[in-house]
T-cell receptor, first 111, second 114 residues
Framework: TQLLEQSPQFLSIQEGENLTVYCNSSSVFSSLQWYRQEPGEGPVLLVTVVTGGEVKKLKRLTFQFGDARKDSSLHITAAQPGDTGLYLCAGVTYNTDKLIFGTGTRLQVFP | SAVISQKPSRDICQRGTSLTIQCQVDSQVTMMFWYRQQPGQSLTLIATANQGSEATYESGFVIDKFPISRPNLTFSTLTVSNMSPEDSSIYLC???????????FGPGTRLTVL
């Protein structure tokens, strides 16, 4: 059973557009992370959020953790071709202490 | 953070054979994990590699198929035994370095079974 559902599954946009990726679950997480993975490489950690309602910004990327600690979103402003990749949310649940990955969102940004 | 290397980076193997993947970390870490990523998919946790004791496997993964060693706090191996084409995947080593659950990943081993 997949605990973390991401939407959309695929996203293909033009350079300069904005986008939001959602990560939803029925489970409560002690922390939630976002990763980006490029072909032939392992996932690279972008951000960790630990407090319900927390918002973190990383240049053009804005991450939000839901108040109930069950969901998160990633918003990219003015997307660039370098943002292309597989975006993965991942959460650690209180009862298992294991990092479980979401279903993934594959983003393609065209110049 | 941690710097993680894996060997081999890729391999093509014949059905029925076994492959051992090595994971080396540049610092001592308590928690090490092995994940599988099937083509076009997300990551699935195989097991937690415990130093000095048997690995803890997730549902659907068994020790006979994926034996794991963890001889010290910087090194682990994962063996994929009696391989079949369904084992073709990327295998990733990961470590956790802090109490907030942050994990770092190696570059992965891309396995193709013919």
């Amino acid at each position: 059973t997949q605990l973390l559902e991401q939407s959309p599954q695929f996203l293909s946009i033009q350079e300069g557009e904005n986008l939001t990726v959602y990560c939803n679950s029925s489970s409560v997480f002690s922390s939630l992370q976002w990763y980006r993975q490029e072909p032939g490489e392992g996932p690279v950690l972008l951000v960790t959020v630990v407090t319900g309602g927390e918002v973190k910004k990383l240049k053009r990327l804005t991450f939000q953790f839901g108040d109930a600690r069950k969901d998160s979103s990633l918003h990219i402003t003015a997307a660039q071709p370098g943002d292309t990749g597989l975006y993965l949310c991942a959460g650690v649940t209180y009862n298992t202490d294991k990092l479980i990955f979401g279903t993934g969102t594959r983003l393609q940004v065209f110049p | 953070s941690a710097v993680i290397s894996q060997k081999p980076s890729r391999d093509i193997c014949q059905r029925g054979t076994s492959l051992t993947i090595q994971c080396q970390v540049d610092s001592q870490v308590t928690m090490m994990f092995w994940y599988r990523q099937q083509p076009g998919q997300s990551l699935t946790l195989i097991a937690t590699a415990n130093q000095g004791s048997e690995a803890t496997y997730e549902s659907g993964f068994v020790i006979d198929k994926f034996p794991i060693s963890r001889p010290n706090l910087t090194f682990s191996t994962l063996t994929v035994s009696n391989m079949s084409p369904e084992d073709s995947s990327i295998y990733l080593c990961s470590v956790r370095t802090s109490g907030n659950g942050e994990q770092f990943f190696g570059p992965g081993t891309r396995l193709t079974v013919l």
